[in-house]
């Protein structure tokens, strides 16, 4: 399979609480990107690092690469109830096209 | 309107039937990709479109399977004498494609195949 691997498949967190997802992939990089689904619903993008890049922070989200592990994961902090959803990790190759792989998404479940 | 626009949102028909789904992509978009997303999965590249270029088709599953892009805007993905495993939900995105630019996901057509 061409996907990458997310862990953990579900997480189940209370508000207030940190939740931290793991995305590995196979191949080199140009970028790495992450998207949210809410049930239903197309993805939404999130966050984009570039195979250059170590760490990267956008509001509550912090996302690291480690291109030598060829693994990412992203961190939401202070999380919320209107943070579940699905997450995906998707790679972008050096193909010189933004054909992006998926991961199989982390289902994040936010109590209150 | 200002995202991408899917339709139907939802298909239900029979085995053997032929499908057209339908993607209106942003405008100005130059990229617009098609992906299948089975229950519970991740999705799964079907096909690309850039510009006036020719489509990498390298993810149709068979040759049921065919798509469409008109004037470089609106496209159509065609599944032909569909059977049970084409049940899933097909969505489409699009980009500028000026190289590691996120993509804008409409919300896809559910397709159920009795």
């Known amino acids: 399979s061409q996907q990458g691997e997310e862990d953990p498949q579900a997480l189940s967190i209370q508000e207030g609480e940190n939740a931290t997802m793991n995305c590995s992939y196979k191949?080199?990089?140009?970028?790495l990107q992450w998207y949210r689904q809410n049930s239903g619903r197309g993805l939404v993008h999130l966050i984009l690092?570039?195979?250059?890049?170590r760490e990267k922070h956008s509001g509550r989200l912090r996302v690291t690469l480690d291109t030598s592990k060829k693994s990412s994961s992203l961190l939401i902090t202070a999380s919320r109830a209107a943070d579940t959803a699905s997450y995906f990790c998707?790679?972008?190759?050096?193909?010189?096209?933004?054909?992006?792989?998926f991961g199989t998404g982390t289902r994040l479940l936010v109590s209150p | 309107g200002a995202g991408v626009s899917q339709s139907p949102s939802n298909k239900v028909t029979e085995k053997g039937k032929d499908v057209e789904l339908r993607c209106d992509p942003i405008?100005?978009?130059?990229?617009l990709y098609w992906y299948r997303q089975s229950l519970g999965q991740g999705l799964e590249f079907l096909i690309y479109?850039?510009?006036?270029?020719?489509?990498?088709k390298s993810g149709l599953p068979s040759d049921r399977f065919s798509a469409e892009r008109t004037g470089g805007s609106v496209s159509t993905l065609t599944i032909q004498r569909t059977q049970q495993e084409d049940s899933a939900v097909y969505l489409c995105?699009?980009?500028?494609?000026?190289?590691?630019?996120?993509?804008?996901f409409g919300d896809g057509t559910r397709l159920s195949i009795l």
């Open positions: 995105a699009s980009s500028t494609d000026r190289g590691g630019q996120p993509q804008h």
């Open positions: 998707a790679t972008a190759g050096n193909t010189g096209f933004q054909k992006l792989v």
């Open positions: 191949t080199s990089i140009n970028n």
């Open positions: 690092i570039r195979s250059n890049e």
């Open positions: 405008s100005g978009h130059t990229a």
């Open positions: 479109f850039q510009g006036n270029s020719a489509p990498d």
